[in-house]
């Protein structure tokens, strides 16, 4: 029931590395005394129009694998963006100390996508692996050792960030094995990351001690008493060891992205609800520096409006530099599938909608302004090599959603 805990979905190989990992919803789930939910899908739900609906499915696909986007997702992986963002110097390295672990002119980057995928592909390992039937992006990996044995299934970013560069580790061999332990245990290798690197920072070890870390797991899975409270998270450990440095919003792990130089998914993380999700509205690719808020707000509501009817409907959303500008194509589907008459206008309702129901949530639950706030070092520390600090406060990014109008009563079926 440690607040680490991720729900682990099985993946076409039946591997349990799938992982609704944020939020512990895994430890509502053990609190329920729920150990597994098997779902028997014997054949495929009734459609109303089936013969439409598989063609455009078939169309979909091949939209999908005409992008260069895409492409890429299948040929790297979500491990291209650690390429980007050491280049960038919005990576997490030691604790969020640095924004950049190497630089590219001087030594290899071995902790990114395009030497692990040129690793792994020499080891013949799989790097167009799909996590679930049909999924036609297949962004997902088998990493291997250098005798060609599987280590596991996948190597993600958000692993690659927070289990790796952020705990000081520089051998993808090193980090392919302790993702192997977190997603044996079925916990979320954000917050265990940045668990691990407070640790690291509360001076328990230095940074890049494998063996610590291996230790540590090994703790959380046999629920000794140092395991039970490594297994609470990030901010309670930071607590209890006294840290200064703890990177959390609404005590939840920061992402991937340093909120310092990657401004408009800094912004997503400070407002959304669950806090530090980049999955809300993730836009890690905008050069922000000399932009004002009112244009980086405006970059992150349209991610996260984009992002929150893209969840609600059950797409990937790495497909949406397809998925969005066929929206009317994508709607006709969900018509002929289920002989509804949804049009552009159902989508961005939908996704204002989910994001106001969210925000009533968090304010019944007692969530205000200053739960928006970043960690104090995030204005005070310049990150290297941009030297940047955060330039904005809770009641800065807070109104974000005011843009929406209306109240909740207006949500249909609310």
């Known amino acids: 029931q440690g607040l680490l805990a991720g729900i682990a979905f099985s993946d076409i190989d039946r591997r349990p590395s799938r992982l609704a990992a944020r939020g512990g919803v895994g430890a509502v789930m053990g609190s329920k005394k729920v150990k597994a939910i098997v779902v028997d899908m014997d ?43 050491n280049y960038m110097g919005g990576l997490p390295v030691r604790n969020f100390t640095s924004g950049q672990q190497v630089d590219i002119n001087q030594e290899t980057f071995k902790m990114g996508g395009d030497y692990i995928t040129e690793l792994n592909n020499e080891r013949s390992g799989n790097h167009t692996h799909a996590c679930m039937p049909g999924c036609v992006i297949q962004c997902s990996n088998v990493y291997v050792d250098s005798a060609g044995n599987e280590v596991v299934s996948p190597v993600e970013y958000e692993t690659l960030g927070l289990l790796g560069t952020n705990c000081g580790l520089t051998d993808p061999d090193d980090l392919a094995a302790l993702n192997y332990i977190a997603n044996d245990l079925g916990v979320d290798t954000i917050e265990t990351g940045a668990t691990l690197a407070v640790l690291m920072e509360a001076g328990l070890a230095e940074f890049g001690d494998v ?30 060891f006294q840290v200064q440095r703890v990177p959390v919003i609404k005590k939840q792990a920061i992402s991937a992205y340093d909120p310092r130089v990657i401004e408009v998914t800094g912004i997503t993380m400070m407002v959304t609800a669950q806090g530090a999700d980049h999955t809300a509205g993730n836009v890690p690719r905008m050069e922000t520096a000399g932009k004002e808020l009112d244009e980086l707000m405006e970059a992150s509501l349209s991610a996260q409006l984009t992002n929150a009817a893209i969840d609600s409907l059950g797409l990937c959303v790495f497909g949406n530099s397809v998925t969005k500008p066929n929206l009317d194509f994508i709607l006709d589907t969900f018509n002929s599938a289920h002989g509804t008459n949804l049009t552009a206008d159902f989508f961005d309702q939908l996704g204002r909608d989910t994001l106001l129901m969210e925000r ?17 070092f995030f204005y005070t520390e310049p990150l290297y090599p941009k030297n940047r600090v955060a330039r904005f406060h809770a009641p800065d990014v807070n109104p974000i959603y005011d843009q929406l109008g209306g109240e909740l009563e207006d949500v249909a079926g609310y």
């Open 43 to 85: 054949k495929i739900p009734p459609l109303v129009d089936r013969k439409t609906v598989m063609k455009s499915i078939g169309a979909y696909a091949k939209k999908l694998r005409e992008s260069d986007v895409i492409l890429n997702y299948n040929r790297v992986g979500t491990m291209s963006m650690g390429d980007y963002t």
């Open 211 to 240: 063996a610590f870390m291996t230790e540590a797991l090994k703790q959380i899975r046999l629920g000794s008493e140092t395991g039970r409270l490594y297994a609470q998270g990030t901010a309670r450990v930071g607590e209890h």
């Open 360 to 376: 009533e949530f968090n304010r019944r639950a007692g969530f205000g302004v200053k739960d928006d706030e970043l960690p104090e």
